[in-house]
């Protein structure tokens, strides 16, 4: 079966820019969560969606969103992007009560 | 504030030895733990978990040990094995297993 799938798994952008990430759960997943790891540190929670409907934000700034679409597959938007942005974006999709499995992630690298 | 604290960045151990990684939280309201393990340019792969209802919880070379009163885990790996040189990651959260706090790593080194 494949697991969590994530596109771009590379991606260069310039400030200012914005960017989507994409992300394919786990078949019969139907909870996508959002990450952001930073070098150095684990990753920290951006988003959940469980279908369809947010159920979960963390402590990040209104130029990140997201969207659940109906077949559970998500995209993570960021707009305006800085410097900081730069780092692994990761998506997870979960089964209820199940841990979650996540996918290799996206690389972005904001210039 | 960090929420969950994994005070050693780095660890090495002989292959064939007992591998321990300890992590730390402050949270009381922290009722579910989870281990993740990392390669480079891989995603975090669920390893073990354990509610705050067990103190122990095992699963082949893996187990997890919780100590409530002290907010502190530790994650044994006997016997360590090299293919076991990753990033080990310490995650808790309120009982969704959806929302994770992660830790900040410890990187493992497994020697032969």
């Known amino acids: 079966d494949a697991g969590v799938t994530q596109s771009p798994t590379h991606l260069i952008k310039t400030r200012g820019q914005q960017v989507t990430l994409r992300c394919s759960p786990i078949?019969?997943?139907?909870?996508v969560s959002w990450y952001q790891q930073v070098l150095g540190q684990g990753p920290q929670f951006i988003f959940q969606y469980y279908e369809k409907e947010e159920r979960g934000r963390g402590n990040f700034p209104d130029r990140f969103s997201a969207r659940q679409f109906p077949n559970y597959s998500s995209e993570l938007n960021v707009n305006a992007l800085l410097l900081g942005d730069s780092a692994l974006y990761l998506c997870?999709?979960?089964?209820?009560?199940?841990?979650?499995?996540f996918g290799n992630g996206t690389r972005l690298t904001v210039t | 504030d960090q929420q969950v604290k994994q005070n050693s960045p780095s660890l090495s151990v002989q292959e064939g030895r007992i591998s321990i990684l300890n992590c730390d939280y402050t949270n009381s309201m922290f009722d579910y733990f989870l281990w993740y393990k990392k390669y480079p340019a891989e995603g975090p792969t669920f390893l073990i978990s354990?509610?705050?209802?067990?103190d122990k919880n095992e699963d082949g070379r893996f187990t997890v040990f919780l100590n409530k009163s002290a907010k502190h885990l530790s994650l044994h790996i006997v016997p360590s094995q090299p293919g076991d040189s990753a990033v080990y990651f310490c995650?808790?959260?309120?009982?969704?297993?959806?929302?994770?706090?992660f830790g900040t790593g410890t990187r493992l080194q497994v020697t032969l």
């Open positions: 354990i509610s705050s209802i067990k």
């Open positions: 997870a999709s979960s089964s209820p009560g199940g841990p979650l499995h």
């Open positions: 995650a808790a959260d309120t009982g969704t297993a959806s929302k994770l706090t």
């Open positions: 078949s019969g997943h139907k909870s």
